[in-house]
């Protein structure tokens, strides 16, 4: 990653800290171009198909394969990332990143994924594209949940919250430790796509 500075923010919202990027435009462009490719292959949606693995109830969920991972620079954006954040959070440097999976999902109106976890030790998750709106809540003077990422951790107490509301802009990125819990809201009026990408590794 010598060619573009990765920016890196450390939240911590939860227990565990969490680390948000900025997808490089290069990356997030080849990602998309290489997706589109896969969309317009029936046999290749058919071999890389995931859904059968994953917890959401969406259109659509395939694996990147090691051309596409390889080709668009993200597992070394990936591995430069997770490096970097193990670094500031320990002070040590690990010696493996191994990339257990990586994933598209293709979410659309009404779609969801439900409350889940990750297995492997480090996971993230981020966006390709999201519509440009997501539509509204149905009663007025409910706050508007429609499309986010919530991680969750714990249970509510004093001073302490357990759930962190992200919602989704095209780019950014959330690493996090595998256990942490997470789901992704429906939402309507729209007929555009939410994509999202995420990952599965493993350290020393």
Request: with cysteine; net charge neutral; proline share 4%.
């Given at each position: 990653?010598?060619?573009?500075?990765?920016?890196?923010?450390?939240?911590?919202?939860?227990?565990?800290?969490?680390?948000k990027?900025?997808?490089?435009?290069?990356?997030?462009n080849s990602?998309?171009?290489?997706?589109?490719?896969i969309?317009?292959?029936?046999?290749r949606q058919?071999?890389?198909?995931?859904?059968?693995?994953?917890?959401?109830?969406?259109t659509?969920?395939?694996?990147?394969?090691?051309?596409?991972?390889?080709?668009?620079?993200?597992?070394?954006?990936?591995?430069t990332?997770?490096?970097?954040?193990?670094e500031?959070e320990?002070?040590?440097?690990?010696t493996?990143f191994?990339?257990?999976?990586?994933w598209?999902?293709?979410?659309?109106?009404n779609e969801?994924?439900p409350?889940?976890?990750?297995?492997?030790?480090?996971?993230?998750a981020?966006?390709?594209?999201?519509?440009?709106?997501f539509?509204?809540?149905?009663?007025?003077?409910?706050?508007d949940?429609?499309g986010?990422?919530?991680?969750?951790?714990?249970?509510?107490?004093f001073?302490?919250?357990?759930?962190?509301?992200?919602?989704?802009?095209?780019?950014?990125?959330?690493?996090f430790?595998?256990y942490?819990?997470?789901?992704?809201?429906?939402?309507?009026?729209?007929?555009?796509?939410?994509?999202?990408?995420?990952?599965?590794?493993e350290?020393?």
């Amino acid at each position: 990653m010598s060619e573009e500075k990765i920016d890196v923010q450390i939240i911590r919202k939860l227990g565990p800290s969490i680390l948000k990027v900025k997808i490089p435009n290069k990356i997030l462009n080849s990602l998309n171009n290489l997706t589109d490719e896969i969309l317009i292959d029936k046999e290749r949606q058919k071999k890389l198909d995931y859904g059968n693995k994953l917890a959401g109830d969406v259109t659509q969920e395939f694996q990147l394969d090691e051309e596409v991972v390889a080709k668009s620079g993200w597992l070394n954006f990936l591995s430069t990332c997770v490096h970097k954040w193990i670094e500031i959070e320990t002070g040590k440097k690990i010696t493996k990143f191994n990339l257990i999976s990586t994933w598209v999902v293709r979410q659309f109106e009404n779609e969801y994924n439900p409350t889940h976890w990750h297995s492997g030790h480090i996971s993230g998750a981020g966006f390709l594209k999201v519509p440009s709106s997501f539509g509204k809540p149905f009663q007025n003077n409910k706050r508007d949940f429609n499309g986010n990422l919530t991680l969750i951790h714990g249970t509510k107490s004093f001073m302490c919250n357990s759930k962190f509301e992200i919602k989704p802009k095209v780019g950014d990125f959330y690493i996090f430790p595998h256990y942490l819990m997470h789901t992704v809201y429906p939402f309507n009026e729209s007929n555009e796509e939410r994509r999202s990408i995420s990952f599965n590794a493993e350290i020393d």
